[in-house]
C-alpha cells in the first residue's frame, strides 16, 4: 500500500516555506532594530561629547552660576545648576576631556578622572588645614597658603563632617595666596590671589564637594623657572626673575588675567569606593594684554594635576593623615633660623641639579639672607613636599636628616 502523501492545495503556501520567509524577515527586523540601536547610541554619545562644547549646553551655564556664587557671597545657592553639574559629571562619556566655550575672553575645557579612594579620605587628605595643598597637586602647586580676611571669611577645616541626605550644604568661603610650578612649556611660573568657595553636599545619597575658585585682580608677574628632570619627581628650580627660562622668550612680561573653575567631586559607585572628579576651568594668560592659551593647553594642567593626585592617594606608602599633620605641625614648630637653614639647603640643592642639567648658569645664585622675607608656611610647605617624596620612595633633594632633623 502507497503511503500517501498530503500536497498542498493549489496556490495556498507551503507551511514550511511561510516559516522560512518569517524567519528571515524576523532576522531582518533584528539586524534593522539593531543598526537603529546602534545608531542612537552613537548619536547619544555624539551628543554627550559636543554636550558642554555646544553654545546651548545648560552645564557650561550651571558652572558659571556656580563661578558667581563664589564671587559673589550674597549670592543664593543654586540648586539646579548642582544638580545639573553633578548628574553630568556621573553619566557615562565617550571621552573624559572636553572644549568649552570662552567667558570673559577667557579659555576654557573639562577634565574628568577618577580616583581609588574612599570620599571621607579624600576630605583628609586634599582639604585638610593641616595637610598642605601641595602633597595632593605637588606638579601644579609650589605652595598654597589659605589668608583668611575679615568680613565672614572662614577657616579650612581641620576635619569635616559628612553631610546627612535632606541636610543643608556645608558652605564654606575663604581666600587663599597661590604660587604654582612652571609651566611645562614656557617654564614660568606665577603667583596669585584667589577667592575660594568650597560646597559639601549630599546629593541623592552620594557626598559631593564642589571647588570654586575665583582670581582676584591680575596675578604677579611670570618669572623664569625651570622644570629638573622629570616632571614626576617634582623637583623644580626658581629663580625670581621675570620673563621666561624658554629659548626665545626671555623678555616676556607674562600675566594670568583671569582665572576661575568649578571642580565637583562626587562619590562614585564603582567597587571598590573611588571619587569621579570633574573640573571646568576657564584661563586668560599671555603679554600685552592677548590671551595666548589654548584649549589643549589647560587640558594639558589638568591632566598634570590629576596623574599625580591619582599617584599619591592612590600609593599604598602614602602615610595615614595623623601621621603627616605630626610632621607638619614639627616643621611649623621649628625655630626660625633652623627653618632657613633648610630652606636655603633646599634652594642649593635645585639650584645645583639645574647647574649640572645646563638649564642655568652657574653664577646664577641666591644670598641666604634673601630666602628671610618667604612666609613661614610656604617654607614649611615646600619642606613638606621633600618629606612626602621620602616617604613615598622617591629621590628627594633632601634627606630625612635635613628635612625632619632626625638621625
Not at 107 to 121: H, K, L, Q, V, W
Not at 143 to 172: E, F
Not at 181 to 187: H, S
Request: glycine share 8%; hydrophobic share 40%.
Amino acid at each position: 500500500m502507497k503511503r500517501r502523501t498530503t500536497n498542498p492545495a493549489a496556490g495556498s503556501p507551503d507551511l514550511q516555506v511561510i516559516g522560512m520567509w518569517l524567519g528571515d524577515q524576523f532576522i531582518r527586523y533584528l539586524w534593522i532594530a539593531l543598526v537603529i540601536s546602534i545608531l542612537i547610541m552613537s548619536h547619544h554619545q555624539s551628543a554627550l561629547a559636543l554636550s558642554v562644547s555646544d553654545p546651548s549646553s545648560p552645564v557650561p551655564a550651571a558652572a558659571m552660576k556656580l563661578v558667581g556664587f563664589g564671587a559673589d557671597p550674597n549670592a543664593a545657592l543654586d540648586a539646579e545648576a548642582i544638580a545639573a553639574l553633578v548628574d553630568f559629571v556621573l553619566e557615562p562619556k565617550p571621552g573624559k576631556e572636553a572644549e568649552l566655550q570662552k567667558v570673559r575672553k577667557a579659555t576654557g575645557a573639562y577634565y574628568e578622572f577618577d580616583t581609588r579612594i574612599n570620599f571621607p579620605s579624600f576630605l583628609q587628605y586634599a582639604y585638610n588645614s593641616q595637610i598642605p595643598s601641595v602633597l595632593t597637586s605637588p606638579a601644579s602647586l609650589r605652595y598654597s597658603r589659605w589668608t583668611g580676611v575679615p568680613g565672614g571669611y572662614q577657616k579650612l577645616p581641620g576635619s569635616w563632617k559628612l553631610v546627612l541626605p535632606n541636610a543643608k550644604p556645608v558652605i564654606i568661603r575663604g581666600s587663599e595666596r597661590d604660587g604654582i610650578t612652571p609651566d611645562l612649556t614656557t617654564g614660568v611660573y606665577y603667583e596669585y590671589n584667589l577667592k575660594r568657595t568650597l560646597i559639601l553636599l549630599n546629593y541623592k545619597g552620594r557626598q559631593v564637594l564642589i571647588n570654586i575658585s575665583n582670581q582676584i585682580a591680575v596675578s604677579d608677574v611670570g618669572k623664569k623657572g625651570v622644570v629638573l628632570g622629570n616632571d614626576d619627581d617634582w623637583n623644580y628650580y626658581y629663580s625670581g626673575e621675570t620673563g621666561s627660562a624658554k629659548t626665545g622668550l626671555g623678555w616676556i612680561k607674562s600675566y594670568i588675567y583671569d582665572y576661575f573653575s568649578v571642580g565637583v567631586y562626587v562619590e562614585s559607585g564603582s567597587s571598590p569606593s573611588g571619587i569621579r572628579s570633574g573640573v571646568f576651568q576657564w584661563i586668560r594668560a599671555g603679554w600685552s594684554g592677548i590671551n595666548f592659551v589654548e584649549t589643549k593647553h589647560v587640558i594639558k594642567g589638568m591632566k598634570r594635576h590629576a596623574k599625580n593626585f591619582k599617584t599619591i592617594l592612590e600609593s599604598p606608602k602614602l602615610p595615614a593623615p595623623n601621621q603627616i599633620v605630626s610632621t607638619y605641625q614639627q616643621l611649623l614648630a621649628s625655630p626660625q633660623n633652623d627653618l632657613l637653614e633648610k630652606y636655603t639647603a633646599l634652594q642649593q640643592a635645585r639650584q645645583s641639579l639645574a647647574i649640572q642639567s645646563g638649564q642655568i648658569e652657574r653664577n646664577s645664585t641666591k644670598k641666604t639672607d634673601s630666602y628671610a622675607h618667604i612666609p613661614r608656611e610656604q617654607i614649611v610647605e615646600e619642606l613638606m613636599l621633600e618629606y612626602l617624596k621620602i616617604t613615598l620612595g622617591k629621590t628627594a633633594l633632601l634627606g630625612g636628616k635635613v628635612v625632619l632633623g632626625k638621625n
